[in-house]
């Protein structure tokens, strides 16, 4: 049983203040949706969890399992069970997926994995989400489609196993085949039990497929509204609207 606990996070960038007191708990078994229109902050919030430098954190907490998350390096970070998926994920020149997949989850667990197991444990994960067996050579995100990126994202997640997977736009740029395979993926990955999920999207087209237990609307770097999953039908229907004038007036 893991808790990710944010606590009144106040982030900037630079001198300009993006997050304003965000206050979030995750636990292990939930997942969590969090929706909310373009530059609302949502990136920030997982950036600023993660442990990006461009983003200072200016006042408020946040604890997994009780441990102050940001005293940590980005690298302590994944070791205490913290996992982001990157809205866009950056390109490893040199580096395969098999030795950049291998070295994280050396990094994460602390010893390396055999050849031998990680080979059958990275083919089993690839099979599960359909990728081309060739793609374990290819250079890390280098010339990767959209869909493959997700897909690769969804890889790391099911070898890693992280305590909370925080996924940003993991459904962006993705047609309704990948849009599938993906979140299949990630509700295979769930069904486990042993993770919490916050699941970052503009749009509430991923929400049919994974089904989030709490729905938090995001605006103007604040949570403005929260509820069950019937929040998304109801962002669905009318939109964000009402929750930018609401926040422009906070
Ligand atoms: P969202 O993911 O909801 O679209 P972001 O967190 O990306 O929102 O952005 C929120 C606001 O913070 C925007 O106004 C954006 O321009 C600003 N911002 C985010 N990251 C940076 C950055 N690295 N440098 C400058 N401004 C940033
Ligand atoms: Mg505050
Ligand atoms: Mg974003």
Redesign the pocket.
């Known amino acids: 049983m893991s808790t990710l606990e944010i606590r009144d996070l106040h982030v900037a960038?630079?001198d300009?203040e993006?997050l304003r007191g965000v206050d979030l708990t995750v636990r292990s078994g939930e997942t969590h949706a969090i929706m909310?229109p373009?530059?609302?902050?949502?990136?920030?919030l997982a950036y600023a969890v993660a442990g990006h430098p461009?983003y200072t954190i200016t006042s408020g907490s946040v604890l997994l399992d009780g441990e102050d998350l940001l005293e940590m390096s980005v690298d302590e970070r994944a070791r205490a069970g913290l996992f982001l998926a990157m809205q866009y994920p950056v390109e490893v020149p040199g580096v395969s997926v098999s030795n950049f997949l291998r070295s994280a989850i050396t990094a994460v667990r602390g010893e390396a994995p055999k050849l031998r197991d990680f080979a059958k444990e990275l083919k089993s994960g690839m099979d599960a989400l359909s990728i081309d067996p060739a793609f374990a050579q290819r250079n890390t995100n280098e010339g990767f489609s959209g869909g493959e990126k997700k897909r690769h994202e969804i890889l790391q997640l099911e070898l890693l196993k992280p305590k909370i997977a925080v996924l940003d736009e993991t459904d962006s740029g993705l047609d309704v085949d990948a849009l599938r395979v993906v979140s299949e993926g990630i509700n295979r990955f769930r069904a486990s039990g042993d993770t919490g999920v916050l699941l970052i999207t503009h749009y509430t087209r991923i929400l049919r497929y994974v089904k989030p237990d709490f729905v938090h609307v995001?605006a103007g770097g604040r949570v403005v509204e929260e509820g069950g999953p019937e929040l998304a039908d109801k962002l669905e229907n009318e939109g964000y609207e009402a929750y930018t004038t609401k926040a422009a007036s906070a």
């Open positions: 960038v630079g300009k993006i909310g373009n530059g609302s902050g949502k990136s920030t461009k995001f």
